[in-house]
């Protein structure tokens, strides 16, 4: 027989290393599957060119429930960037005060004028020129380290054959891709436990707008905090809505950037289109009921609160990627 202390190691020894392994498993699947397996069987894809006007290419992701688009560059015969929301955000927040540009006038002007890649007014003076995409032959795990390194939200993956773009990859796709194999992999343990224990998430310095702020202000915390969505909070500090980077874009359908003076409070009851709303997650819930609640809500985040609703923290889609795929490999993009 033999000692206890010896035993008590053994066991030890095959606890770390069955955490180990468990700790590798949702990183073993990204890397045994390529970008093209995520692609769904039927999806949507608009392309725009640089040349359409910015009025028209705006209307077309509002009616389309897009949030961004590739652009191609007929004389360059190549993709050339990304047409995002976020580049609405910057134009409105930048000129909305400024006493040289009318809004009405932006919106009439072509793509690549926004851009600055002709020679024209440079509107969008901080824009990304260099377009980053992956290969269909890639691994999920490589798409991962990408969206969150450059801290973008689409990841074209594009035919090196052919250059053409077969799909845009998110991180909400990527998170569905594993959910829907949720049951045929190995069950990690730490999945079920608590989300406070494992600490994911932003818990600290969380970006919010109070309900009678302007939407002036909730663009600028958009731009200087570069978030996607932010808690809108009544006069207790309770969460009461959310307001995304996407509800945004409506102001160009409505075409009422005209003014944005108006508080937080009418912004989000001018709202007609789909609202994502607040869906909430508690630090004492699981990983993987946090985990199912966002793949099935269709959302990029949970607003953590506390049993009163008070804002505690943010668990975003970045989080969770970053925790269950890049950790175990010892990668920190988010820190990146």
Request: with cysteine.
């Amino acid at each position: 027989m033999e000692p206890p202390s010896q035993v008590s190691f053994q066991e030890k020894k095959r606890v770390v290393q069955k955490q180990e392994v468990e700790a590798t498993i949702y990183m073993n699947f990204m890397k045994s599957h390529c970008c093209y397996d995520a692609i769904p069987t039927s999806c949507k894809l608009v392309i725009f060119d640089t040349k359409l006007q910015v009025k028209k290419a705006f209307f077309a992701l509002v009616s389309n429930g897009l949030r961004a688009a590739p652009l191609w560059d007929n004389k360059l015969q190549r993709f050339v960037g990304m047409l995002t929301i976020t580049d609405f955000i910057n134009i409105l927040h930048c000129y909305y005060r400024s006493p040289l540009v009318q809004m009405y006038e932006l919106e009439n002007h072509k793509i690549e004028t926004w851009r600055g890649d002709s020679f024209q007014n440079v509107y969008l003076q901080c824009s990304n020129h260099f377009l980053i995409s992956i290969s269909p032959e890639a691994s999920l795990f490589d798409a991962i380290y990408s969206l969150l390194k450059y801290k973008i939200h689409r990841l074209p993956v594009i035919d090196p054959v052919s250059g053409n773009v077969l799909h845009i990859l998110t991180h909400k796709r990527i998170l569905k891709f594993l959910h829907i194999f949720w049951k045929k992999i190995p069950k990690p343990s730490f999945i079920g436990k608590q989300i406070q224990e494992l600490g994911i998430g932003t818990f600290r310095n969380i970006a919010t707008v109070q309900q009678t702020a302007t939407l002036y202000d909730a663009l600028s915390i958009f731009v200087e905090r570069r978030v996607s969505a932010l808690p809108v909070l009544d006069e207790k500090g309770k969460v009461v809505s959310l307001y995304s980077r996407f509800d945004v874009i409506n102001l160009a359908a409505q075409k009422t950037y005209n003014n944005l003076d108006v508080t937080m409070q009418e912004a989000i009851r001018r709202r007609v289109c789909f609202v994502e709303g607040v869906i909430k997650c508690y630090p004492d819930e699981t990983l993987e009921t946090i985990i199912d609640r966002i793949v099935k809500a269709e959302v990029h985040r949970l607003v953590l609160v506390d049993r009163t609703n008070m804002v505690k923290g943010i668990v975003s889609l970045s989080d969770l990627l970053q925790a269950m795929v890049l950790a175990p490999a010892g990668i920190d993009a988010l820190l990146s």
